[in-house]
């Protein structure tokens, strides 16, 4: 019944911005901390963004000061803002969600691919 849909992916050059949404339904949304991951082919599953019921904020460390995420309570959606995108950020986004920060979320979206190429 818990349903994360994601959208926004798409193509983009090198040093440009996209910017990535997710819907959140099923939910308490206001309780629970939301994230981003990502996955590129051949690569392990890596987390790129969570913020909290409150609002607090955690990057991967490389990500600091080109993404942004934030969210919505009033329309269940948490945001992914990119910029400055490079070739090694094209991957598979996930959105998802859980009430703490386990090893891997309970919930998660279908993905949105983003490809970041000239």
């Known amino acids: 019944q818990v349903q994360l849909v994601e959208s926004g992916g798409g193509l983009v050059q090198p040093g440009g911005s996209l910017r990535l949404s997710c819907a959140a339904r099923g939910i308490t949304f206001t309780l629970y901390t939301m994230g981003w991951y990502r996955q590129a082919p051949g690569k392990q599953r890596e987390l790129v963004a969570t913020i909290t019921r409150g609002g607090s904020s955690n990057y991967a460390d490389s990500l600091k000061g080109r993404f942004t995420i934030s969210r919505d309570n009033a329309k269940n959606t948490v945001d992914l803002q990119m910029n400055s995108l490079k070739p090694e950020d094209t991957a598979e986004y996930y959105c998802?969600?859980?009430?703490?920060?386990?090893?891997?979320?309970?919930?998660w979206g279908q993905g949105t691919q983003v490809t970041v190429s000239s």
């Open positions: 998802t969600a859980d009430l703490g920060s386990p090893i891997v979320p309970k919930y």
